[in-house]
């Protein structure tokens, strides 16, 4: 049982031998295989670069990881290929109350995969990896890549600690985790889900504060983006669709009215393949305001939208007010909030909205990686960073992410200068980006 497992133990007698952090392909986000299944079918010869990026500049993450361990673990992940065990549940387990979910010919397909070449430098005290090829390849990069870099940075905070100051770090850990979830049984309402693969500090913790979860809520809890543990654990894979998808497709766009156009070719492709609870709606790649301002009325009819970087009640209220424009009933829609999110805006949110509309909440790295104030002695390498792996290029051309807040922007400046006068800047609030 993984409640039985000694992480301080674990951790202070590790090798990654012993622990590699990937240790599936299975150990990566839903929408992952969401996307890559829609991605193989309708742009298979599609290039794509993916490019890690370190949003705290305060750390120097070339300083904190090392290269040498960096590289084998990346190599290691490019020597796992699914298992037949995998490739049954996959093609024979129920998603979102569907079987069959993933056509037999992309199982086909996926059952030889591989994660292709990396490109590893550093520079100025910060890592470059590059992951460059088809985006049906490249795409699977995202996930793993972050959660390698994020536990080599947990393990090397904590090389330095003995085995009685590691037990004090999880029991601390593992209290303010459960005073976390003693706050959310109070609304036995409310719906949970774990989206904390990419930034949590380690694989083994993740999995204990997933079972926390699935033993402290109950009903409450409706499972995780994670896989591999909603595989071992029993619990519903969950997600949907990410910011890459139209950025892609942004940056093929010959015209400012493809351009334009492109997030919502990006629904269209969607809905090609999917269905139900699967049709949410992330409307912030280059603007919520821009979004909504120019989107079919179709997309009133989609289940629900996913406001990922405005502020969840801002957010929240912008998408409602769009719904009742449209003549439609806010009851029968649904939000899911995921954006740094913590059991405090959780709490506030919910309490909010509650009876006006349908919600769910994502709960990331402030569920995987909260380790402030629980080492013995202060740890700063132990404080969880924003770090992300995004698309950068697209058959060559630059990528861009706007945001609603322009912290989060990515991409080339005078590419987002040209995405700005396309798409405007309203409604989009500069905020301090945590994780």
Known sequence: MTTKTDIARRVYNHTWKLDPICRSLLDTDFYKLLMLQMIWGLYPDVDATFTLTNRTKTVRLADEVDEGELREQLDHARSIRFTKKEMIWLAGNTFYGRKQIFRPEFLAWLADFRLPDYELTHRDGQLELNFHGRWMETTMWEIPALAIINELRSRAAMRSLGPFALDVLYARAKAKVWEKVERLKKYPEIRISDFGTRRRHSFLWQRWCVEALKE????????????????????????????????????????????????????????????????????????????????????????????????????????????????????????????????????????????????????????????????????????????VCKVSKANGRAAVKLSDNPEKSTGDPDEIKRYLKVFGERNMVRQAVTV
């Open 216 to 387: 402290g809520v109950g009903k409450s809890f409706t499972g995780t983006s994670n896989v591999k543990l909603a595989m071992d654990t029993d619990l519903e894979a969950l997600g949907t669709n990410a910011h890459e998808l139209p950025m892609v497709l942004g940056a093929l766009a010959e015209t400012d009215e493809e351009l334009r156009a492109a997030p919502y070719r990006v629904l269209e492709d969607w809905q090609s393949y999917y269905f139900g609870n699967l049709l949410i709606v992330l409307p912030d790649t280059f603007g919520t305001e821009a979004f909504l301002r120019d989107a079919p009325d179709w997309v009133a009819d989609w289940t629900g939208f996913r406001p990922d970087s405005a502020p969840p009640i801002q957010g929240g209220e912008r998408i409602i007010e769009w719904w009742k424009e449209r003549g439609r009933d806010p009851r029968e829609k649904l939000l899911i909030f995921s954006d740094a999110l913590d059991v405090d805006t959780i709490e506030r949110t919910y309490l909010h909205f509650r009876g006006r509309v349908r919600m769910a909440f994502g709960w990331g790295t402030n569920l995987t990686n909260d380790f402030a104030g629980c080492a013995p002695e202060e740890i700063k390498s132990l404080k969880a960073i924003s770090l």
